[in-house]
């Protein structure tokens, strides 16, 4: 079985901002990608952030 090389992204992100951390993670993704990675791990929750409280229902994914 060939090796696997992954890549970590150490961010919180900001908070309640989707559109902003998706283009982290897409910029994120693309440098661990040209440098040979084949996998990508992003910190739970990054998208939204832990302590959304009532934007929760606007954050919620259908």
């Known amino acids: 079985m060939p090796a696997l090389r992954?890549?970590?992204?150490?961010?919180?992100?900001e908070l309640g901002d989707v559109a902003a951390n998706l283009k982290v993670?897409?910029?994120a993704a693309a440098?661990?990608?040209a440098a040979g990675a084949g996998v990508l791990l992003a910190?739970?929750?990054f998208?939204?952030?832990?302590?959304?409280?009532?934007?929760i229902a606007?954050?919620?994914e259908p």
């Open 58 to 60: 606007r954050l919620a």
């Open 31 to 33: 440098r661990a990608a």
């Open 43 to 45: 910190p739970e929750l």
């Open 25 to 27: 993670l897409d910029e």
């Open 6 to 13: 992954t890549a970590l992204l150490q961010s919180s992100g």
């Open 47 to 55: 998208l939204t952030g832990y302590a959304i409280g009532a934007d």
